[in-house]
């Protein structure tokens, strides 16, 4: 978003358009990525997916100063790319790493180091840009994905990949057989359409959000890391409260009440940013929603 910033001040639609370059991926490759990650050695696959990452990363200040944006979409859709391959491969390996007894503990750590992820490091992320600038920061960020392919290393376990000579056709076969299974119960269709109408949503408003913030409060990444942090505070107070008070009562209910709080949210988010020009109720909106 930094470098954004820096090639295109305050373009709604540049900042879109990287934005779909991050969403493109998962759209177009996720189906193969995890009939493949099933075949692959897991482990190999994380280490793998680390390195190029790091590699992508370094190289992405010099790609942003490229003439034409193609090269720099195209760096941002591979880092993305390799993600897809990652996650299911590292989803896949818990179970195999963690005794049978230990499976819930194991689940329970991973979630709440990813909670502390998108939450404590996105802060410090988002200051450090400010800090030392996006290019630098990109290089701290490679050296992170070094440091995580060096951490999977010792892991032990990990899969082994699929016995070989498997017929092409028979990957293709697979995920087609997923989309039929998708399309034929009502249900399903219904909740994928209602899904995909509530992503869309989201991306425009993340995106319309970001300008705003930086355009109001006069910063790239600082107030949209604070922003980021609450975000996920209220998303950790929701869950639990959800645990508390939410589990027996009817899901359709507390969708519906989620969704209410969510617009109210929104629009208070709004209303702190665009009018009252507050960074503290600005984060109070985000816990909100």
């Known amino acids: 978003m930094a470098?954004?910033?820096?090639?295109a001040p305050g373009s709604a639609l540049t900042l879109a358009k990287v934005l779909v370059m991050t969403s493109l991926p998962a759209l177009l490759m996720n189906p193969f990525a995890g009939a493949y990650v099933d075949r692959w050695n897991r482990k190999r696959t994380m280490i793998t997916c680390d390195l190029i990452r790091a590699g992508i990363?370094?190289?992405l200040?010099?790609?942003a100063r490229a003439p034409g944006a193609a090269p720099f979409y195209g760096?941002?859709?591979?880092?993305?790319?390799?993600a897809t391959f990652f996650v299911p491969a590292r989803l896949a390996v818990i179970p195999e790493i963690a005794a049978a007894g230990e499976l819930p503990r194991a689940n329970a750590l991973f979630t709440s180091s990813g909670m502390i992820g998108s939450t404590v490091i996105l802060l410090a992320g988002a200051l450090l840009v400010?800090?030392?600038?996006?290019a630098k920061s990109c290089l701290v960020t490679a050296a992170s994905y070094l440091a995580s392919a060096a951490w999977i290393v010792p892991i032990r376990g990990g899969g082994k990949p699929a016995a070989r000579g498997e017929a092409p056709g028979k990957i293709l076969r697979e995920v087609a057989e997923g989309f039929q299974e998708l399309w034929r119960h009502p249900q399903t269709r219904r909740a994928a359409g209602l899904l995909g109408f509530l992503m869309a949503g989201s991306g425009g408003a993340f995106v319309a959000a970001a300008i705003l913030v930086q355009r109001e409060l006069g910063s790239v990444t600082k107030d949209l890391g604070f922003l980021s942090l609450w975000l996920g505070v209220g998303m950790l107070l929701g869950?639990?409260?959800?645990?508390?008070w939410g589990a027996h009562r009817s899901r359709r209910q507390v969708l519906g009440f989620s969704f209410i709080g969510c617009g109210a949210g929104f629009v208070s988010f709004v209303a702190a940013v665009a009018g009252l020009k507050s960074g503290v109720y600005a984060c109070a909106s985000g816990v909100l929603m």
């Open 3 to 7: 470098l954004v910033a820096a090639r």
């Open 239 to 244: 869950s639990l409260a959800y645990g508390r």
């Open 57 to 59: 990363l370094a190289l």
């Open 75 to 82: 760096a941002v859709f591979l880092i993305f790319a390799v």
């Open 61 to 63: 200040p010099w790609v």
């Open 130 to 134: 400010e800090w030392i600038g996006p």
